[in-house]
């Protein structure tokens, strides 16, 4: 089964959000920043991972180096400030890793979300869909995408969104783009 780029987009976008915090926690001097940037790597690792993204071998490799900062063979070496050195030193790259991995899947997701978006648009004007309040919000979402594959006049939208993501992930892209009111 194909995996949802719907939720893998929304996990990046998530993790790229909680990013700032991590900075402002090495502002602050925060006792726990190497923890928080092991933390928010081994998330993103994680996704990666779930998605088998390569880039999740580069976020291992980003939780290597403030690992091997951690051995010194100095004497006296603050081991501590060493890995807070490391981690700060890499926050630009580490975040850039995971951008640039979210960048494509948030473009082809932007652009289905447009399709879906005008075949809603098309499918209101017809007037044929209601939203009767009996039934459950997710069950009207699919009679609408049922409503669009079987329209003559909206099966090129449905192919297209077809072709570029999975039925969950364009059954969730019209959940999320969907106003009931405009069904009323």
Known sequence: ???SQF?????????????PAIVSSLETKDPY????????LKAAEDIFSTYNISEVSEIAGFRSKILASKLSD???ANTK???????AANLYTIQNTVLNVLLPYEH?????RSIVKQLLVLAIQTG????DHEMSFEDFVKKVWQYILSNPNLISGAIQLKSALSET???MLIADEIDLNDFS
């Open 108 to 112: 082809k997701m932007n652009e289905c």
């Open 1 to 3: 089964m194909k995996k």
């Open 81 to 87: 400030k060493n890995q807070v050195k490391t981690a």
């Open 128 to 131: 044929t869909l209601q939203y």
């Open 74 to 76: 100095e004497r006296g």
């Open 7 to 19: 939720i893998l987009v929304s996990q990046l976008k998530e993790k790229l959000q909680g990013f």
């Open 169 to 171: 992930d364009i059954i």
């Open 33 to 40: 920043f190497v923890e928080k940037v092991f933390s928010w």
